[in-house]
């Protein structure tokens, strides 16, 4: 199957930092990508969908204006979680379509201190 | 609404069968997936239905039914390494995935 790759793992920040999360597909393009955050035991909630060279739609109670998205290409979508705080502590997971199957990344795992 | 309900846990022994069920409501239907993830990991893609019927791919299987809006997955020969959470979406027709709560399962000797 196509591969999702996700970087950093994990990361540790203090509060008020911004931390950045990139998400690329690595063998195929992926004109659509997901951004998902899971806490403990829930399940995954789809924060944004990400459209390639265009603006990303966000589901709603997601602030966009803290989770800014990028898609500037085909096989590249970025999550930036600005002023980062405690409540954003969460495991962050993309996913990027081909065809009828969504291929999820290995996540982000982010500690705001 | 659209919605998407499995049991919350399930409890199962090594080397016998477990079937997880899935319903669900959503504003159109282009296929059900199923997933499975593991604590502290992404979702793996387990299975694709979007006619009717039984799919089969090793020890997993998948069946769906669309007039009754229900879906389930059946493991058999169950492993420990079983033991995970799976997670049921439907692709509605705006393509967006709905995803369940997921079911944890847990596997015992």
Redesign the interface.
């Known amino acids: 199957?196509a591969v999702v790759s996700?970087h950093p793992s994990r990361v540790i920040c203090k509060s008020g930092t911004s931390v950045k999360i990139e998400c690329r597909s690595l063998d195929f393009q992926a004109t659509t990508m997901?951004w998902y955050r899971q806490f403990p035991k829930?399940?995954?909630m789809?924060m944004a969908?990400s459209n390639e060279g265009s603006k990303a739609t966000y589901e709603q109670g997601v602030e966009k204006d803290k989770f800014l998205i990028n898609h500037a290409s085909l096989t590249l979508s970025t999550l930036t979680v600005t002023s980062a705080h405690p409540e954003d502590s969460s495991?962050y997971?993309c996913s990027a379509?081909e065809d009828?199957?969504?291929?999820?990344?290995?996540?982000t795992?982010l500690t705001v201190l | 609404g659209q919605n998407i309900d499995q049991p919350t846990e399930m409890t199962a022994t090594e080397g016998a069968i477990v079937q997880i069920n899935c319903t669900y409501q959503t504003s159109g239907f282009n296929g059900l997936f199923w997933y499975q993830q593991h604590a502290g990991e992404a979702p793996t893609f387990l299975s694709y239905n979007v006619l009717d019927g039984l799919e089969e791919k090793g020890r997993f299987s998948s069946f769906l039914s669309r007039s009754k809006g229900y879906s389930y997955l059946l493991l058999k020969e169950l492993q420990m390494k079983d033991s995970a959470s799976y997670l049921c979406a439907v692709m509605n027709s705006n393509y967006q995935l709905i995803w369940g709560a997921g079911t944890k399962l847990i596997i015992k000797p």
């Open positions: 199957g996700q997901f829930q399940s995954l789809l969908t495991f997971i379509r009828h199957e969504q291929f999820f990344g290995p996540g795992r």
